[in-house]
C-alpha cells in the first residue's frame, strides 16, 4: 500500500480537517499519515517507506530526500517551490510537483487591492478616522493611475493575470521576464522591458510576480531601489526574499518611497514588533493572497488529482523535474 505523508506548520494551519484527504487516499488505496513535527529526524522516521510526501512551506532538504527510500513525488502544495531541493529529488529519480493554478486570479486581484490601498493611503486615512477624525488633507498628495507605469516583474500565469486589471485603472504596463518570448509581451500589449534596470527606472509602481531563486534572491535591494522613481510604489506577492526589506523600510520612511504592500514576510508569523507592520505606509497582509473559497477547494482537489495520477503510474501535470520520466 502506497503511503502518503503531510506535513508542515501551513499545510496544517489551511486543513485543519482531514477528512477530504483521508477519503481521497482511501479511494487510490493508499493511506495518509499526518506529521505535526517540524522536527526534520521525526518526518524522517515517517518518510522512509512513504510513496509521498506533500509539503506547504517546509524545507525538504537533501537529507531528508535522502531517506526516501520508495518515495514517487514530493509535491510542493503551493505556487513556489524554492522549498524543495529539486537536485536532490531528481538525483533520487523522485518527482518534484507544484500546484501552480489554483489561485492565479487570487493572487492578481490581491496585488491590485495592495497597489490601491497603498495608493490612496488606506491604512493612514482608516487609522484617523477611527480616531474620530475627518480629514483628508493629512493623505495628500493622492495622485490619479491614468497613465501612470505599473511595471511587472514576472510575466507568468499571475502576472498575466494583472494585466487587463491594471489596464482596467488606465495604468500602462511594463513588465520584465528573461524567460518569456516577445510574443507573449505583443499578446498582451504589454511593453517589454529587456533589463530590470528599465523597469525601475520607468515605474510608478512595481508588482512582483517572479519565483524565488538564487537569480531573484534579494533582486530589490538598496541599489535597485535607488534607480525607482522618487515615490513609487512596491508591491510583493511572491517571496519575501525577492525583496530587501530593509532596504525598503528606509526608502519609505525617507520618502524615496511611497510605500509598499507586502503579503510576504521573512518569518511567518512576524515579531509583533516588526517595524514594518506599524509604518503608516506600508500594508502588511498575512500571507492571503492565494486564498478564496474557491481557491481552497482548487488546491485539495489538484493536490489528490496529481497525486492520484503518479501513483496510478500517469504522467503529473505539473512536474517541474521531468528528466525522472525519462530516466525511468
Known sequence: ?????????????????????????????????????????????HIRDASVVV??????????????????????????????????????????????????????????????????????????????????????????????????????????????????????????????????????????CYDLEDLLESSDYISIHAPLTPETNKMIDEEAIAKMKRGAVIINTARSRIVDYGAMYRAVSEGKLAGAGIDVMDVEPPDPKDPLLNHKNIIVTPHIAWYSEESLNNLMQYSMDEISRVLSGKRPRWILNPEVLYKK
Open 55 to 192: 509539503v506547504i512551506g517546509r524545507e525538504i532538504n537533501s537529507r531528508i530526500i535522502e531517506n526516501m527510500k520508495n518515495g514517487k513525488l514530493i509535491l510542493a502544495m503551493q505556487v513556489g517551490y524554492d522549498c524543495v531541493d529539486i537536485p536532490k529529488a531528481t538525483e533520487k529519480g523522485i518527482a518534484v510537483c507544484n500546484i501552480p493554478v489554483y489561485c492565479t486570479d487570487e493572487v492578481a486581484n490581491h496585488a491590485l487591492t495592495l497597489l490601491v490601498s497603498v495608493a490612496r493611503k488606506i491604512k493612514l486615512l482608516i487609522s484617523e478616522t477611527e480616531k474620530g477624525r475627518w480629514d483628508y488633507n493629512i493623505a495628500k498628495p493622492i495622485l490619479n493611475f491614468k497613465d501612470k507605469n505599473l511595471g511587472i516583474i514576472g510575466l507568468g500565469r499571475i502576472g498575466r493575470a494583472l494585466v487587463p486589471k491594471a489596464k482596467g485603472l488606465g495604468l500602462k504596463v511594463l513588465a520584465y521576464d528573461p524567460y518569456i518570448h516577445d510574443d507573449i509581451f505583443e499578446m498582451l500589449e504589454v511593453t517589454r
Open 1 to 45: 500500500m502506497d503511503k502518503i505523508v503531510v506535513t508542515s506548520r501551513r499545510f496544517f494551519m489551511k486543513f485543519p480537517d482531514l477528512d477530504y484527504f483521508y477519503k481521497r487516499a482511501e479511494e487510490m488505496g493508499a493511506s495518509l499519515v499526518p506529521v505535526y513535527s517540524e522536527d526534520d529526524d521525526e518526518l524522517i522516521k
